[in-house]
C-alpha cells in the first residue's frame, strides 16, 4: 500500500493566516493526489484533485501544489469557515486507495 | 444536483454480517463512474473499503480480504456493501461516495466528489 504522511496532524491558526499542510507519499504518484476537508460530524468535502484542480464552489483562497511524491496545501488567509480536518488521498493505480492521518485546524 | 444516502443497521453483533444500502439521486449509476464505500472509525481517520464499477467491477480493500462484497442495482440506482464477520474494530461511520476520474490538461485524477452523510455503524452484542 502506498502510506501518506502528513504533517503537521495538528495547528493553530488565527483568522487571516496563511497556512501550509504537506502531505508525502511513499512512492511517487504522479499527480492522482486529493485533499478533503472535514467538519465534525459532516462528511468529506472534495476540495483539489488532481493535485492542483479546484472544485467548482471552493474558495480560491484554497491550492493545491506538488508532484510526485511530495504535495501542499495553502490556505492563503484563514477564514472562520476553514477550521476543520484536513485529509489528502491518493488515487493512483495502486489500490487500495488511502488516505493521511489528517491535519486538524483549530483556532 | 448528486445526492447520496446511506441505509442500514446501527447496530450489528460480532460475527454477524453488516449490510448497507446507498441510494442515489440526481444522477444514473448505469451512466458511468465509481460507487463505493469509505469508513471512519470514532475519532480516527478514514478508511477506503472499495468501490464498483457500473458494470460491476469490484476494487476491494486487501487489508478486509474475503470479507467484502458490493453489488449495483442499477434498476433501482442503489449500491451495496456487505461486511462479513464484524468485530468491535468494525466500528465506525460508513460514508457511500462516487469516485469520478479524468484529466484537465498535464493533471489526471481520481476523486470521491460526492458523498453521503454518513452512517453510524457500532459493533456490539
Known amino acids: 500500500d502506498i502510506q501518506l504522511t502528513q504533517s503537521p496532524s495538528s495547528l493553530s491558526a488565527s483568522v487571516g493566516d496563511r497556512v501550509t499542510i504537506t502531505c508525502r507519499t511513499s512512492?511517487?504518484?504522479?499527480?492522482?493526489l486529493n485533499w478533503y476537508q472535514q467538519k465534525p460530524g459532516k462528511a468529506p468535502k472534495l476540495l483539489i484533485c488532481g493535485t492542483s484542480i479546484l472544485q467548482s464552489g471552493v474558495p480560491s483562497r484554497f491550492s493545491g501544489s506538488g508532484s510526485g511524491t511530495d504535495f501542499t496545501l495553502i490556505i492563503s488567509s484563514l477564514q472562520p469557515e476553514d477550521f476543520a480536518t484536513y485529509y489528502c488521498q491518493q488515487s493512483y493505480n495502486s489500490l487500495p486507495l488511502t488516505f493521511g492521518g489528517g491535519t486538524k485546524v483549530e483556532i | 444536483q448528486v445526492e447520496l444516502q446511506e441505509s442500514g443497521p446501527g447496530l450489528v453483533k460480532p460475527s454477524e454480517t453488516l449490510s448497507l444500502i446507498c441510494s442515489v439521486s440526481g444522477y444514473s449509476i448505469s451512466s458511468g463512474y465509481y460507487w463505493g464505500w469509505i469508513r471512519q472509525p470514532p475519532g480516527k481517520g478514514l478508511e477506503w473499503i472499495g468501490d464498483?464499477?457500473?458494470?460491476?467491477?469490484?476494487n476491494y480493500n486487501p487489508s478486509l480480504g474475503s470479507r467484502v462484497t458490493m453489488s449495483v442495482d442499477t434498476s433501482k440506482n442503489q449500491f451495496s456493501l456487505k461486511l462479513t464477520s464484524m468485530t468491535a474494530a468494525d466500528t465506525a461511520v460508513y460514508f457511500c461516495a462516487r469516485r469520478v476520474r479524468g484529466q484537465r490538461g498535464e493533471y489526471k485524477f481520481s476523486a470521491n466528489d460526492y458523498w453521503g452523510q454518513g452512517t453510524p455503524v457500532t459493533v456490539a452484542s
Open positions: 512512492q511517487s504518484i504522479g499527480t492522482y
Open positions: 464498483i464499477y457500473q458494470s460491476g467491477n469490484t
